[in-house]
């Protein structure tokens, strides 16, 4: 199983960053042992001391492919979730200056909230909102709408590099509004009126 992730997908948070806009999809992994599931807490690491969080929606690859045309890609997933790309910005602040790899900024154990998913179908793809709570204040909202590279193009492209496999996730990009969290918060995500994750900082 692996967790792709998609950097820089919502123009305005490229733009919060200060980073540029890419032109093709900027792709990353994750190991599994980055999963979080059932609502488990999340600890904070000892080794960052500014862990962002990122609400993205989450697509569960269900069968195998590559070289996968755009027209088919929707067949390469039946659901719809929502998590979190927990992100150590001070790490990647450094690995950004120094050219290194990110992965010790965004790979590292538990960083990848994942939450219930919903049947694809009723659900407008291209339309989908969704949004983060910490402690009942909305921090992030997103409209897939907005999304500079659709769910089609992602699938697509990431499976002319790696084969994707039954259970793989792609975390599809976070909109503008991350921010740190603390310990003691309350995450709280939703898809329309759907809570599809709550995770607690301890
Ligand atoms: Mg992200």
Not at 170 to 184: C, F, L, Q, R, W
Request: contains cysteine; aromatic residues 12%; negative net charge.
């Amino acid at each position: 199983m692996k967790i792709f992730c998609i950097g820089r997908n919502y123009a305005d948070h490229a733009k919060e960053m200060n980073s540029s806009v890419p032109e093709k999809p900027m792709v990353f992994m994750k190991p599994s042992s980055a999963l979080l599931l059932d609502d488990k807490p999340f600890y904070y690491p000892e080794f960052s001391q500014n862990i962002h969080y990122e609400v993205e929606i989450v697509l569960k690859i269900n069968k195998h492919g590559r070289h996968i045309e755009p027209k088919y890609a929707l067949s390469y997933f039946d659901e719809i979730g929502l998590g979190i790309d927990f992100t150590a910005r001070d790490i990647q602040a450094e690995c950004k200056k120094k050219g290194h790899p990110w992965e010790i900024a965004k790979a590292f154990d538990n960083s990848a909230v994942i939450g219930k998913f919903l049947p694809k179908e009723g659900l407008d793809l291209n339309a989908i909102k969704f949004r983060l709570l910490v402690n009942g204040t909305e921090v992030q909202t997103g409209n897939t709408a907005d999304l500079m590279f659709d769910f089609q193009k992602i699938i697509s492209y990431i499976s002319t590099i790696f084969t994707l496999q039954n259970g793989d996730f792609i975390m599809t990009g976070t909109p503008a509004g991350v921010g740190s969290v603390k310990i003691g918060d309350i995450l709280e995500g939703f898809i329309g009126e759907h809570k599809m994750f709550e995770c607690e900082v301890k």
